[in-house]
Each structure stands twice: as C-alpha cells, then as structure tokens.
C-alpha cells in the first residue's frame, strides 16, 4: 500500500491561511470519510487535529479544519501563529486489511 | 489523564528480536483497539500493527507479517510488539497508539526507539 501524498513543505506568514492536501487513491481516502490530521512538533509524539476529515478533539484550536474531495483530502490552518510550525501528517483508512496509510508528511514553515 | 508508556527499545543486531511493551492508564484499556505506529529517522509515520480489545483479531503491515506479533493483556492494562528477524530497515521509533475502529489514533506515547544494527 502506498502512502498518501502530501507536498513536502508549505509556509505562511502570521495570521495568513495555508492548505494541505493530501492525495490518495480510491482505495483510501476516495472510498471513506475516515481522514485524520496530526500535528508533530521535532522530539514529539504526534497529536490527533482532526478525525473523520472535518471534526475536531476537543481542546484543539478551530483555526484547523478539514475536508475532502474525491481521492484529496485537505487541512487549512486560518490564523496562523509560530507554534503551528511542525509537521503534518495525513491518514486514512484503507480496508480491513490494510487498515490504515498515512501520508509522508508536511513541513509547516511560518515566516 | 490518559498515559502511554513505552519500553524496551534498543540496540539490536539484524536478525535478532526485541519486545516492546507499552503501559497504558488513565482509560479503560480493555475497552480500546490499541496500535503500533512507528517512524523511522528523519520519515514520516508508519501504522504498524493493531489489535482488537479482547485480542481475537489482529492485523499487520504488509512489511511485518511473519515477523512482528502483536498482543495485549488487560488485566495488566499492557500492550506488547513481539519483533523477531529484525532487519536495518526496522530502525525507527515505535509509538503505542489508542486506536479508534474509525482509524484514527487518538492519544500516542512517547515512544521507543529501536536501532538495528550490527
């Protein structure tokens, strides 16, 4: 099973809006709405952001919303502030047997 | 507070095996699916294995079938990656996972990293 494909790195100025997609096949993300975010700042464990494409744990910030379309998956960050630069991580589903692939990550730079 | 704890990374020769252990608390473990999520130096992450709440199902990346195994005991609130024949590219930390049957992994641990290594 391949990984999802997400861009290697996005950046964005304070307070600005930035997008991530994240791109899979009809095997994953086409086929369920079962996409999940995660944050990861360098040394950290990652963090759920989103779960089921578009809901949010509580306690997370709802400057981070999600959505899909088709086989394409995105996270938008509005409002962007310094501590929202880490990595971004993409996951979906993929069947019973496979269970889940994640994406290969994205470098979130804010200038 | 939920709390996952991992144990029993290390420095390990290919071919050789390593079990890790994860101790969870905080939440009612054996009422979770539970997985291994790992991420080898400098990549992204990988969803490892996973295992149902009473044991019965189990299921694995393709990459590990045959070598890794999974399990867990409640009564213990413990989760546990048994890694035989273990090759360089197994290099990564390991994550223990809450994992939700919606596939996503709601709270992580700290993980443990594993080197192979001659």
């Known amino acids: 099973q391949s990984a999802l494909t997400q861009p290697a790195s996005v950046s964005g100025s304070p307070g600005q809006s930035i997008t991530i997609s994240c791109t899979g096949t009809s095997s994953d993300v086409g086929s369920y709405n079962l996409v999940s975010w995660y944050q990861q700042h360098p040394g950290k464990a990652p963090k759920l952001m989103i779960y089921e494409v578009s809901k949010r744990p509580s306690g997370v910030s709802n400057r981070f919303s999600g959505s899909k379309s088709g086989n394409t998956a995105s996270l938008t960050i509005s409002g962007l502030q310094a501590e929202d630069e880490a990595d971004y991580y993409c996951c979906s589903y993929a069947g019973s047997s496979t269970f889940a692939v994640f994406g290969g990550g994205t470098q979130l730079t804010v200038l | 507070e939920v709390q996952l704890v991992e144990s029993g990374g290390g420095l390990v020769q290919p071919g050789g095996s390593l079990r890790l252990s994860c101790a969870a608390s905080g939440f009612t473990f054996s009422s979770y699916w539970m997985s291994w999520v790992r991420q080898a130096p400098g990549k992204g992450l990988e969803w490892v294995a996973n295992i149902k709440q009473d044991g019965s199902e189990k299921y694995y990346v393709d990459s590990v079938k045959g070598r890794f195994t999974i399990s867990r005991d409640n009564a213990k609130n413990s989760l546990y990656l048994q890694m035989n024949s273990l090759r360089a590219e197994d290099t990564a930390v390991y994550y223990c996972?809450?994992?939700?049957?919606?596939?996503?992994?709601?709270?992580w641990g700290q993980g443990t990293l594993v080197t192979v290594s001659s």
């Open positions: 996972a809450r994992d939700q049957e919606e596939a996503y992994f709601d709270y």
